[in-house]
């Protein structure tokens, strides 16, 4: 004899559910997880963040660790652009010796690491738009190094302070000759 609570209502309810099972399971946007190293200069670029944005308009981020890699989870799968920034670092390495960063966190980290780990890049890359990294992601984990090219510009991200202009001067003057 069969149980008698699959009568009525409830076995309708059931068999709604095991039917769009597949279909909500299927809606769920595929993604993959990326782990690589960023460098520049053939060095391990020591902290900041890496951030791939998806052609949906969806954005992920990662820390860089101090030996230069990243691992970034939930990336829509598809053509992303990528960037890299450290200017939280170079901000922080700014700072007189012994101070805190402003609203200092937990994650937050002294003046003192921030300069042992900062590295300098070039600014194009603070953007995905600029940056003029790409990559394909595919479902699944996968690894993409990112290397960073190019030259510094003056007055732009040569070091701790250094201004985020164009190199171009401050504009209250003509240039030193």
Known sequence: MGCSCWRGP???????VLATLPWIVGCAKPSGSV?????????????GQV????????????????????????????????AVTNRSLRAAASMPKGSA???KQSGSISPEEAKRRYVPIPTKYETPDTSG?????????????IPLTGNLTPGGTGGPGGSMGSGKGSGSGPPKK
Request: proline fraction near 7%.
């Open 10 to 16: 409830v076995r309708w309810v059931g068999l709604l």
């Open 51 to 82: 951030i791939f944005a998806g052609s949906d308009g969806h954005s992920v981020m990662a820390d860089i660790k101090e030996d230069g890699s990243y691992q970034v989870e939930k990336v829509p799968v598809g053509e992303a652009k990528i």
């Open 35 to 47: 782990t690589g190293k960023v460098t520049y200069q053939n060095g391990p670029v020591k902290g």
């Open 133 to 145: 990294l790409t990559y394909a992601v595919k479902s699944g984990p996968q690894e993409h190094d």
């Open 101 to 103: 960063p402003p609203g």
